[in-house]
């Protein structure tokens, strides 16, 4: 139960409501919490392999933004149907639903690769640059599937306990990328981490031999102005065409194949 008397509402039982509960409760006081493999482990690498593999397709390239080391490649709910069970994933969903309300919306979906030797990312929180003062709701709740283990070494995300709080749309300009309050947040392939848009983080280092990959999926409230992050692709109408009812509910209904066609121009 929350401050407000309302419960997460799970799909699959008692005991799954009550894990959903805890997670509320820690993504609440915390600014993140964690779901253990909730999809199989097999599952999650060979979507990692195929998510990787479009990094270096060129269809692809025009939706990718990085370099060598840290991609972020938007618009993945238009390139593997697959990316659909985790984006609407019954208890990230319910989650989402009890932070954001019942009309939240699935948004964007991007893979995430880091490679050896990356550097950690600049600590930040999300969607909140635009703001003249930050809410004390969230506005956001993101989430990044383990499709390879996370784990210190290979730059699992990196967060800042409690930072939420703060009311702040980046952390202070002396909070450096390597601030020891900055922990990372690991786990086995197929458990996702999700947080509050609040929340300063970041991709932190890859000190491994591997690459780490990430399928991070962004729910909004119905209100937000989805412009704001500058990547962020449409769905595509033929993409909407494929799926169920109960998806296409959780999905903005302005479709189209670029940004300009659907995106308030600013
Ligand atoms: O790739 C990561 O670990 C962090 C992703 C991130 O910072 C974000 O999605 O805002």
New binding site residues.
């Given amino acids: 139960m929350d401050a407000d008397g309302r419960r997460v509402v799970g799909t699959r039982g008692k005991d799954v409501n009550e894990e959903l509960q805890a997670a509320a409760e820690h993504l609440d006081a915390y600014g993140y919490c964690v779901l253990k493999d909730r999809i199989p482990r097999e599952a999650a690498l060979a979507l990692g392999r195929r998510c990787l593999a479009l990094h270096s397709d060129p269809r692809c390239e025009d939706y990718i933004v990085g370099d060598e080391y840290y991609q972020t490649l938007f618009g993945m709910l238009n390139q593997d149907d697959e990316v659909w069970s985790c984006a609407f994933h019954p208890d990230t969903v319910a989650l989402a639903r009890h932070f954001l309300g019942p009309r939240c919306r699935v948004v964007e979906a991007c893979s995430?690769p880091?490679w050896p030797g990356a550097p950690a990312?600049h600590l930040?929180a999300?969607s909140a640059g635009s703001f003249v003062q930050v809410p004390d709701v969230p506005w956001m709740i993101?989430t990044?599937w383990m499709l390879t283990d996370f784990t210190e070494a290979n730059g699992a995300?990196g967060v800042v306990p409690m930072s939420h709080r703060s009311r702040r749309p980046a952390p202070p300009p002396d909070m450096g990328a390597d601030n020891p309050l900055i922990k990372p947040v690991e786990g086995r392939a197929g458990s996702v981490m999700l947080w509050h848009g609040g929340l300063f983080?970041?991709?932190r280092a890859n000190q491994s031999e591997d690459v780490r990959i990430?399928l991070?999926i962004a729910y909004y409230p119905p209100w937000f102005n989805n412009w704001i992050e500058g990547g962020h692709q449409p769905l595509w109408p033929e993409t909407y065409e494929r799926m169920s009812e109960d998806f296409r509910s959780l999905c903005p209904r302005l479709l189209g194949r670029r940004r300009a066609d659907r995106y308030e121009q600013r």
């Fill in positions: 995430k880091t990312q930040h999300d993101n990044i995300t983080h970041q991709a990430g991070n």
